[in-house]
């Protein structure tokens, strides 16, 4: 099932099931990453394993989500862990000073709370390219990694500023429709991000 889009000629239902295989497949993918995101301390560790199993199957054609997405998790949680927390630790300190700023009189604490904001899109575009860029270079050192992702995100800053935009509006979906997170979220976001990846690197 794994294989290229149906050919011309096959019967409906073999295209149908063909075309089937990408929704199952990222949804299987993101029931996997919602397992190991659950101690939340693993945010990184999970998504970075969710798009080492999607670039498995993009790439080679290998659609054993289940087994990709693990084997990613086991190559990358000891260096994403510890990397996780820490930028899990400054996303949360963002929101938490954004969430009190929103709740000051207005004039300095507008203020304030643009900067914030401001650090919080640039939060969020790192990680957004730090994701795929640890999954597909996970025996890099990290430094380099790391470097990788900052300079990614400014030369594609269009492509940036459209990953993030997207990626707020899908949270803002999710927080109505929380019951999709299980079984369609970062899926979605990864995929993106990983096509942004395969255009920053044929550039």
């Not at 409906?12 to 993101?30: K, Y």
């Not at 054993?64 to 990358?76: D, F, I, P, S």
């Not at 707020?168 to 979906?173: K, N, Y």
């Amino acid at each position: 099932m794994g294989d290229a889009a149906p050919m011309k000629g096959e019967r409906w239902e073999t295209r149908m099931l063909g075309w089937l295989e990408h929704p199952v497949n990222l949804v299987v993918g993101n029931l996997v990453w919602f397992v190991l995101v659950l101690p939340v301390v693993t945010w990184l560790s999970a998504a970075v394993a969710l798009a080492y199993g999607i670039d498995r199957w993009f790439g080679d054609g290998d659609d054993r989500m289940v087994r990709n997405v693990l084997e990613g998790w086991r190559l990358t949680w000891r260096r994403t862990l510890p990397l996780g927390v820490v930028s899990g630790t400054l996303g949360l300190m963002l929101a938490l000073n954004a969430l009190f700023l929103s709740t000051r009189p207005p004039g300095v604490a507008t203020v304030l709370l643009g900067g914030t904001g401001a650090l919080g899109l640039v939060w969020l575009a790192v990680n957004l390219w730090l994701v795929p860029v640890l999954a597909r270079h996970h025996d890099l050192p990290l430094r380099v990694v790391l470097a990788m992702a900052a300079t990614a995100a400014v030369r594609q800053a269009p492509v940036t500023v459209v990953l993030a935009v997207l990626t707020v509006l899908l949270v803002g979906v999710l927080v109505v429709f929380w019951t999709f997170l299980p079984f369609l979220s970062a899926a979605v976001v990864v995929t993106l991000s990983l096509r942004a990846l395969d255009r920053a690197e044929s550039a």
